[in-house]
């Protein structure tokens, strides 16, 4: 839409620019997946491993764009009242008071008075609908979490961005907000709702894109340090443990080893700070002492360095 | 590229409908719809860049990450030649005929019509029947016809009939009860539109109660083989009893057939079980079977306060410590564990197998399983909402 320029990038690259300039570092499979879901005005679903950034990317186009964010957070359970709509039950009862009190109003003119917007509690989908001047981004946190009912009623919003409430009727947003669902896959997401959504699955980077992340997240990191820190994840997520660490473990490992002024890894540190990456103890065992000391020999060989 | 190249009818846009095809012949689902809509995208991205025009097909393609696979082989294998693009011959035999530098995945290559091989690969090897625990994989083809057709009578009308009362947990949900503990406001405040306003009657509900997810480990190794035909009948039907049932089985490697297990007709379901699974009758890998569901699945099927049922005689050909941390983990992740054995038929069973006596320190239920009564018998057993872990002690 070139009458209104910031509305979306323009192209891929375009894509690649904008999340950039936020600190985000996207792949291009990232980004072209991104691309078309702004341009094609679907929803996207981003799925991969716990802290690879799928939660950021909302985020980080609310920033970018200069949009709201409204999140959802899932869980199951999650029922209208908490996610889309409630009515105001106290007002109500007051209102009900006030008429009899007056005793001058109709019942008809009564029930119509308290079931209008007036008495209306707006929940995260419903606010994402309201007419604005930039449509928000809606980020649909941990979908999985929530069960089988609330996706189905999903479907109606996510396919046409409207929601039924049978006292008023339906609303429809004018322009259709950003929508981002993100899943862990604890379980599978219904078919019927992958089927509005365009679909990405987020990896774990390479060793070039994380060491870049990690510049720029953790940019009090040395340069030397960042690279072992980098290559040692990148050796653990090759082994064959329960839980593998993702992006946000590696950044949060480089800030510690800052806060422990720590210019390479050495066995010693490497031991007593494992907790900032792996979060299992089964997998905490397996790579204390030997294997940590085994994976940190490698990386001095392969790294050209810089002692 | 030409505009003309992106027009419904181009030769792009043909192209691209006859990779969906091959997509959907090698299994992935790609919706008529959803052709639309790449062709769409294409429009958006353009096709000069090889990895923008990948990803797009991808990004609208794909729905799940284990099509990923299928998808780039099929992709490699289509649009194999970069000058392909530009100046492609519609229909595919003209690619698909193309000399072959690697080999490539058996589903896509037989998608693509690429080898008749494939078929020859179906062929059994000649059987060998039973020895516990060989040693070396057995990848043969079970064959169900073998079944008697008194047994398979049988097994239909008293299997098919079972029903597994696993007691109901509450969830988070409510619904509307004469009695509930909880008031429903907005039914409250209607209701009192109706009547008289003095008097609001109270609207109640209550939690809503639901089955837990159901997961199934069934072992079908050598010494399980007399029993693992009559198994596969009661997987299929409690997977077709209820929603939220995943069935995995397992010899020396393991294999999900939730899939193949929901189709409605119990001969169809077996069949193409049996044309899934490769381990028939191999050896028993407990322990490393645990771990690699522990691994790969129990996330993704263990949420929501699942139930695990484990069908195994419990004999590992491995045993020792895996056995012991991966039982340890299965316990953890589940609400409740509960094991099947059929060597329990015997009166004077002891658990004298270190196997055995690993895995019984982790389950909550010790259960025997060797004919239709005591699978029928199972449900007294479920039913009941609460059970003191079994103890091997006691």
Known sequence: MPDKPRLHPDSVDDTLKLLSAADYVAGRPLSTALFLALRMGRPLLLEGEAGVGKTEIA????????????????????????????????????????????????????????FSQRFLIRRPLLQALEPSDAPPVLLIDELDRSDEPFEAYLLEVLADFQVTIPEIGTIRAERPPIVIITSNRTREIHDAVKRRCLYHWIDYPGSAEELEIVRRKAPRAQQALAQQVVAFVQKLRAMDLFKLP?????????????????????????????????????????????????????????????H | MSPAAMSPGGYLSENVVHFARALRRAGVPVGPDRVIDALRALALTGVARRDDFYWTLATLFLNRREQFEVFDQAFGLFWRRRELLDQIRPGLQDIAAA??????????????????????????????????????????????????SAELAEAKKMIASLRLPIAQIPTRRLRPSAHGRLIDMRATLRASM???????????????????????LCDISGSMSRYSRMFLHFMHAITNDRDRVHTFVFATRLSNIT?????????????DVAQAVSDWSGGTRIGATISEFNLRWSRRVLGQNAVVMLITDGLD?????????????????????????????????EPLATGVRIMLEHVDDFLPAHNIDSLAGLANVLAKPHQAPFRSAA
């Open chain 1, 59 to 114: 985020k980080v186009l609310a920033q970018t764009l200069d949009r709201r964010l409204i999140r959802l957070q899932c869980y199951e359970g999650l029922d209208i009242a908490s996610a889309v709509y409630e009515w105001n039950y106290s007002r109500q009862m007051i209102e009900i008071r006030l008429a009899e009190a007056a005793g001058n109003e109709s019942r008809q003119a009564l029930e119509n008075d308290i």
């Open chain 1, 246 to 306: 993702g992006i946000a473990e590696t950044i949060d490992w480089a800030n510690a080893m800052v806060e422990l002024n720590c210019q390479s890894l050495d066995p010693e540190t490497v031991n007593d700070t494992l907790g900032a990456l792996l979060k299992y103890q089964d997998d905490v065992a397996r790579v204390r002492g030997d294997e940590a000391s085994r994976i940190l020999a490698e990386i001095r060989k392969e790294l050209p360095l810089n």
């Open chain 2, 99 to 148: 000399d072959d530098e690697t080999l490539p995945g058996q589903r896509v290559a037989e998608a693509l019509g690429l080898t008749r091989e494939a078929a020859l690969l179906k062929e059994a090897t000649p059987d060998e029947t039973g020895s516990a625990a060989s040693h070396h994989e057995q990848l043969r083809q079970k064959d169900f016809d073998t079944m008697s």
């Open chain 2, 194 to 216: 109706r009547g008289n306003l003095d008097v609001i009657p109270l609207a109640r509900r209550s939690l809503r109660k639901r089955h837990p997810p159901l997961v199934v």
């Open chain 2, 259 to 271: 899939r193949y297990l929901r189709h409605r007709d119990v001969d169809m379901a077996l069949g």
């Open chain 2, 317 to 349: 050909r491995e045993g020792g410590a895996q056995l012991n941390d991966s039982m340890e983990r299965l316990r953890k992740s589940c609400r409740r564990l509960i094991w099947l054995n059929p060597l329990l038929r015997f009166d004077g069973f």
